[in-house]
């Protein structure tokens, strides 16, 4: 059995990827500092799981823990969730934002490489792709990210790329996200997200249950067939099962892997369009406002995800009304996320 470290584990992403990791028998360690996730989400998983998950409450830049956690295990392998994700507070605070997010993987970078632990995948975003000049996206297009978030994110591409190239010894895929959305489909695991959502889902389900008055759509003049901005929405089991899968990939590959992968579902969908499949899934009505554009949104992101089926042999499995379908029942089920 291989054991596998999954650092921000307690987290929305991570907490699937451990679901999805631990029922195709792996053994998995989680490390979070939970300062954007509830350790009830640990129980989640062992409920789901129907085992007990070992978790270490500590920060991945406190070097001196993570060593000792090393020293209780031998990784097979590293998947990295750990990091802050909010784009307009890492504008505020940019220095918070790079101490977490490159400080993090450097760190542990650092003790995977002294612990003689050489295979690592990180949660890259499609926000490195910054102003496209094609849909869709695919891994070789420019890149330019438009916030401190973003360029962590492609700083880190970048350093991973480098120690990728230093030593045949080291086994790297970055995870270009697109737009995860769902819940696991017990209900009883999905996002908590901080005080008001900035997402799209998560607002729609929050105005459903009444914690929210209405939903404004941050503009209808974008050059779309509705005038609202289309993005590429993934199932988030979906998406653990790229982790999964990119993990297998590295353990099958003899010499070492440097790659970048996008996953998405390859399919677009406007705010009106996701508007519309929330209230068939929930037979309700969303009241929403159209109002000004939300800085730095573009009009159209769609991923490629031929590279993801060529060398992951990944397909998505789930639609969209299966996505808003899980992540309505999460929502009714626990009205308050985790609190
Ligand atoms: P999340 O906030 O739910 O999960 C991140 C987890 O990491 C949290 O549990 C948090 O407590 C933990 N964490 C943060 N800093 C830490 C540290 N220094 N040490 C230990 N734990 C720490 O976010 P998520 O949506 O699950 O995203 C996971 C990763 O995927 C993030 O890196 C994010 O940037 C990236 N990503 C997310 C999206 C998205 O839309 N959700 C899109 C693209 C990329
Ligand atoms: N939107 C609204 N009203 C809202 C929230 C969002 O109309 O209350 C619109 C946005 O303008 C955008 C679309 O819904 O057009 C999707 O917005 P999200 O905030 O849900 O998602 P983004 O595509 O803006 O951002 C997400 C992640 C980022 C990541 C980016 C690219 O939240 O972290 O995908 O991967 F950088």
Redesign the pocket.
Known sequence: MKTILV????????SHTVVDLVQHDYKVVI???????SAKSIKAIEDIVKTEIDFFE????DKDKLSYIFELYKFDGVI??????AVGESVELPLKYYD??IG?VITLLEVMEEFGVNTFVF?????VYGIPEKMPLTEGDKTGAASP?GRT?LFIENILSDVALSSQKWKIISLR?F??LGAHESGNLG??PNGIPN?LAPYITQVAIGKLEKLSVFGNDYDTPDGTCIRDYVHINDLALGHRLAMEYMFNKKQSVNEIINLGSGKGYSVFEIIDSFEKVMDKKIPYDITKRRAGDIDISIASIDKAKKLLKWEPRYGIFKMCEDMWRWQQKNPNGFH
């Open positions: 650092t921000g584990g307690a987290g929305f992403i991570g490390v979070d500092n939970l300062s954007n996730s500590v920060d991945i830049r990295n969730f750990a990091g802050y994700k977490n997010n993090g949660s890259s975003s499609a926000t978030y994110k996200y737009n995860p996002e908590d997402n």
